[in-house]
């Protein structure tokens, strides 16, 4: 079931704040429990502040050693922001699909090999690296 517009918005805003505050833990519970939640994490990433930004991470981090099974519903949320203008989220949706996918994944981020800012370069040399040893 897809979250209406508002209610993604809504639980976006109640999930970055939880974030922010440092409250991962409560908001990986939530996303254990409601696969709905996942929807929320491509506008986490993309407007969030760095501290929301580095939540999403611990989160997916998190979840990916509890329920790996439910990668399936972050990946489809994160993969976009490979082509996001903003340098940073390019980074951060690679770092994570390195954490979190596969080596089916690697053709997605070898563009990004050649991106124009080499902090993205190197965080996507990782990135592929980690897919290729945890596969």
């Given at each position: 079931m897809a979250l209406s517009k508002e209610d993604l918005k809504e639980f976006t805003a109640l999930l970055s704040q939880d974030l922010e505050n440092g409250d991962t833990?409560?908001?990986?519970?939530?996303?254990?429990?409601?696969?709905?939640?996942?929807?929320?994490?491509?506008?986490?990433?993309?407007?969030?502040?760095?501290?929301?930004?580095?939540?999403?991470?611990?989160?997916l981090e998190d979840l990916n050693e509890e329920k790996p099974e439910d990668m399936k519903f972050a990946l489809p949320q994160v993969i976009p922001l490979l082509k996001n203008e903003n340098a940073t989220i390019r980074g951060d949706a690679a770092d994570i699909i390195g954490m979190i996918g596969n080596t089916e994944h690697i053709p997605l981020l070898k563009p990004l090999l050649e991106d124009e800012h080499s902090q993205v370069r190197e965080i996507v040399a990782e990135a592929m690296d980690n897919l290729k040893e945890n596969d």
């Open positions: 833990d409560k908001v990986v519970e939530l996303f254990k429990y409601n696969k709905t939640l996942y929807e929320t994490l491509g506008k986490m990433l993309s407007e969030g502040s760095m501290f929301v930004r580095l939540g999403v991470n611990m989160l």
